[in-house]
């Protein structure tokens, strides 16, 4: 199945900027919605970045269009996070499946 790297912005109408993430309105269903993509297999990797304002998450799915419609599904899409980039990954350097 294709990778996908996809950044988001921490930029949304309900983001506040003077409060951490995990005291955003809607947390706690935003989180566990994550947890449930990484449990899925679908988010490979993710987490924000310098400054806490970009977000890169490593997916894999079958379409761009398969990643817009999941991340779609996010309490926070629009709210809190804007959907700014997303490109084709080709992974050449992968540890997960390795045997050690």
């Known amino acids: 199945m294709p ?7 921490r930029s949304g ?8 993430a995990e005291e955003q309105s809607g947390w706690e269903v935003h989180a566990a919605f994550m947890d ?7 988010v490979l990797l993710g ?3 310098a400054g806490e304002h970009r977000v890169v998450l490593a997916v894999e799915a079958a379409s ?11 309490p926070w899409s629009g709210s809190h996070l804007q959907l700014v980039s997303l490109e084709p990954w080709r ?4 540890s997960r499946n390795r045997a050690f």
Request: proline residues 5%; charged residues 25%.
């Open 3 to 9: 990778a996908f790297l996809v950044e988001l912005h």
């Open 13 to 20: 109408t309900s983001w506040q900027d003077r409060l951490p």
């Open 36 to 42: 449930a993509l990484v449990d899925s297999g679908f």
């Open 47 to 49: 987490g924000p970045v």
């Open 64 to 74: 761009e269009d398969d990643v817009h419609v999941v991340l779609a599904q996010d």
């Open 91 to 94: 992974l050449r350097l992968d």
